[in-house]
C-alpha cells in the first residue's frame, strides 16, 4: 500500500451537490490529518485539520478520520463552482517529522 | 504580512550550471520544508528543516542540498541541474510537521 492515497479523480459535481474525496494512509502511527486545496498556477493552502476520530465540520466543509480503518475523507456540501481544484491529503509520518502527500484529487463542480 | 517568499519564481537553466533558489519566511516557524510538483506524482517532500542547523532528507533528496543556516532562510540547491529536475518547486514552512504548511508561491524551473 502507497503511504497516502487519494482517489484518483478527476471527480465532477453539479452546483449544490456534496463531493466525496477520499484518502487512506499505510503509518499507523500518524495523529494528524490535513486537506489541502490547490488552484491550478497557485500554491497550496490549508482547508481542514483533523487529529481525532469523528466529524469535525467547518462550514460546509467536514472532515472524517477512521484511524482503526486508516482512512481520511473530505466532505463538500453545496459544491460551488469556486471549489473547482485539486485537493490534496497530506499526513505526518511516524517520529521523524517527514510530511507525505496524497497525488490529489482534481474537482469540478459544473454550474 | 505573514508569508514565504521564494526566488526566482521562473527559471530556464542549462545542464550542469548550478543555481539555488532561495526560501524565507518571516513567521519565526521552526519547521521549513522544499517539494516538487510534478504531473500525476503529486507533491513530493525533497528536504526538511525542523530548525537551524537540523535538516533531513525527504522522499526524493538525490541531486539536491539544502541548508539552514539561520531559522528564517532555507535555500534549495542543485549543484549539478538535469532535465529530469525540471518542475515546479515550493517551499513551506510551519510550527513542525503536525501543523499548517505555509507555502510560498512557488518556483518553475526548467532545465535544458
Known amino acids: 500500500q502507497k503511504e497516502v492515497e487519494q482517489n484518483s479523480g478527476p471527480l465532477s459535481v453539479p452546483e449544490g451537490a456534496i463531493a466525496s474525496l477520499n484518502c487512506t494512509y499505510s503509518?499507523?502511527?500518524?495523529?494528524?490529518f490535513f486537506w489541502y486545496r490547490q488552484y491550478s498556477g497557485k500554491s497550496p493552502e490549508l482547508i481542514m485539520s483533523?487529529?481525532?476520530?469523528g466529524d469535525k465540520e467547518d462550514g460546509r466543509f467536514t472532515a472524517q478520520l477512521n484511524k482503526a480503518s486508516q482512512y481520511v475523507s473530505l466532505l463538500i456540501r453545496d459544491s460551488q463552482p469556486s471549489d473547482s481544484a485539486t485537493y490534496l491529503c497530506?499526513?505526518?509520518?511516524?517520529?521523524?517529522?517527514?510530511?507525505?502527500f496524497g497525488k490529489g484529487t482534481l474537482l469540478t463542480v459544473n454550474p | 504580512e505573514a508569508q514565504v517568499t521564494q526566488n526566482p519564481r521562473y527559471l530556464i537553466t542549462v545542464t550542469g550550471k548550478k543555481l539555488t533558489v532561495t526560501c524565507s519566511q518571516n513567521m519565526n516557524h521552526e519547521y521549513m520544508s522544499w517539494y516538487r510538483q510534478d504531473p500525476g506524482l503529486g507533491l513530493r517532500q525533497i528536504y526538511y528543516?525542523?530548525?537551524?542547523?537540523?535538516?533531513d532528507k525527504g522522499d526524493v533528496p538525490e541531486g539536491y542540498k539544502v541548508s539552514r543556516k539561520e531559522k528564517r532562510n532555507f535555500p534549495l540547491i542543485l549543484e549539478s541541474p538535469s532535465p529530469n529536475q525540471t518542475s515546479l518547486y515550493f517551499c513551506?514552512?510551519?510550527?513542525?510537521?503536525?501543523?499548517?504548511?505555509?507555502f510560498g508561491p512557488g518556483t518553475r524551473l526548467t532545465v535544458l
Open positions: 497530506a499526513v505526518p509520518r511516524g517520529s521523524n517529522y517527514k510530511l507525505t
Open positions: 513551506a514552512s510551519s510550527w513542525g510537521a503536525e501543523d499548517t504548511q505555509y
Open positions: 503509518d499507523r502511527g500518524s495523529q494528524s
Open positions: 483533523i487529529y481525532s476520530n
Open positions: 528543516s525542523m530548525n537551524v542547523e537540523v535538516t
